[in-house]
């Protein structure tokens, strides 16, 4: 997307931190709103793309005891929050370098921890002054404030109201693992016991949670911040060849492959307006998932 967009729509949204409150599988929730809609029997949405969304435990106990057959969007809202949730900051940057599908720049999103998380930091691990062990300066994550969990990269077209989810990825925890394994390694200016509390109480709280919490983020910005319904996510396949990446290079696959299909991401052969002119390429060898938000289940 061109650098210009990504500017104005930093520009336009609300600047400072936007709070992002997240428990396991709130996701569901989050989907379910919009699949519901104004209102729907719950016999359409398990014939509809957010099928698998009732059979979560937290959702199919729910259902249990609605004993409706019909589903209105106040029943889900009143279900979403009731678990304790952790409250993530949601801060705005941008990303101009390598592993984008198209020339231009990206909207990056970056999920900030909570402040539990930067209180323990400060104490266990005492990094030093402008020192930042866990994060790679070359990669897109909040400078000031809140440190950051993960980001998602978005190409973002306004005109056809399409957006294309690049990646989303997380620094922090792969590093704070390396250290913990290695830690003669560890140049923070804390002691080594210190850093070893801090991994053995941060990983178990965010290891499971952090990339479906960011790709939760990321369709919650796409379609309440910015308005906009149809979502594409790169497979495996089109990562590498639409970014030029060597496979040795390549990041997680269930990244690619089971996070978009728990979010009902489907292949279904379409791509975005602006990569119609590799559809062929794309949709035989590369397919992209695809989540619409503006269709309904009913």
Request: with cysteine; glycine share 6%; proline share 6%.
């Given at each position: 997307?061109?650098?210009?967009?990504?500017?104005?729509?930093?520009?336009?949204?609300?600047?400072?931190?936007?709070?992002?409150?997240?428990?396991?599988?709130?996701y569901?929730?989050?989907?379910?709103?919009?699949a519901?809609?104004e209102?729907?029997?719950?016999?359409?949405?398990k014939?509809?793309?957010?099928?698998?969304?009732l059979?979560?435990?937290?959702?199919?106990?729910?259902?249990?005891?609605?004993?409706?057959?019909?589903?209105?969007?106040?029943?889900?809202?009143?279900a979403?929050?009731?678990?304790?949730?952790?409250?993530?900051?949601?801060?705005?940057?941008?990303?101009q370098?390598?592993?984008?599908?198209?020339d231009?720049?990206?909207?990056?999103?970056?999920?900030?921890?909570?402040?539990?998380?930067?209180?323990?930091?400060?104490?266990?691990?005492a990094?030093?002054?402008?020192?930042?062990?866990?994060?790679?300066?070359?990669?897109?994550?909040?400078r000031?404030g809140?440190?950051?969990?993960?980001?998602?990269?978005?190409?973002?077209?306004?005109?056809?109201?399409?957006?294309?989810?690049?990646?989303?990825?997380?620094?922090?925890?792969r590093?704070?693992?390396?250290?913990?394994?290695?830690?003669?390694?560890?140049?923070?200016?804390?002691?080594?016991?210190g850093?070893?509390?801090?991994?053995?109480?941060?990983?178990?709280r965010?290891?499971?949670?952090?990339?479906?919490?960011?790709?939760?983020?990321?369709?919650?910005?796409?379609?309440?911040?910015?308005?906009?319904?149809?979502?594409?996510?790169?497979?495996?396949?089109?990562?590498?060849?639409?970014?030029?990446l060597?496979?040795?290079?390549?990041?997680?696959?269930?990244l690619?492959?089971?996070?978009?299909?728990?979010?009902?991401?489907?292949?279904?052969?379409?791509?975005?307006?602006?990569?119609r002119?590799?559809?062929?390429?794309?949709?035989?060898?590369?397919?992209?998932?695809?989540?619409?938000?503006?269709?309904?289940?009913?």
């Amino acid at each position: 997307m061109e650098t210009k967009l990504v500017d104005d729509i930093v520009a336009i949204l609300p600047q400072g931190r936007t709070r992002f409150d997240y428990y396991p599988e709130r996701y569901a929730w989050l989907l379910l709103r919009h699949a519901v809609g104004e209102g729907c029997r719950i016999a359409d949405l398990k014939q509809s793309p957010y099928a698998g969304l009732l059979q979560k435990p937290r959702v199919k106990a729910w259902l249990a005891q609605l004993g409706n057959t019909r589903l209105q969007p106040d029943d889900v809202l009143a279900a979403d929050g009731d678990a304790t949730p952790l409250h993530f900051t949601l801060t705005l940057g941008r990303w101009q370098g390598q592993q984008t599908t198209r020339d231009g720049g990206n909207l990056v999103l970056q999920l900030n921890f909570d402040r539990s998380h930067d209180q323990r930091y400060q104490a266990e691990v005492a990094p030093g002054k402008d020192c930042n062990p866990f994060s790679w300066s070359c990669h897109p994550t909040n400078r000031s404030g809140r440190s950051t969990l993960a980001w998602a990269r978005l190409d973002i077209d306004l005109d056809t109201g399409e957006v294309l989810i690049e990646e989303i990825q997380n620094d922090w925890l792969r590093e704070v693992r390396y250290y913990a394994d290695h830690p003669r390694w560890f140049d923070g200016e804390g002691d080594t016991a210190g850093m070893q509390r801090y991994a053995a109480w941060l990983l178990p709280r965010y290891q499971r949670i952090w990339a479906e919490a960011m790709l939760a983020a990321a369709v919650w910005f796409v379609r309440e911040e910015l308005g906009i319904a149809r979502m594409f996510y790169h497979s495996p396949e089109s990562n590498l060849r639409l970014k030029n990446l060597e496979a040795d290079w390549a990041p997680p696959r269930s990244l690619y492959t089971d996070l978009p299909r728990q979010f009902c991401f489907r292949q279904q052969g379409t791509v975005p307006h602006f990569l119609r002119h590799k559809r062929a390429k794309l949709s035989r060898h590369a397919p992209l998932y695809e989540l619409d938000l503006g269709r309904k289940a009913a």
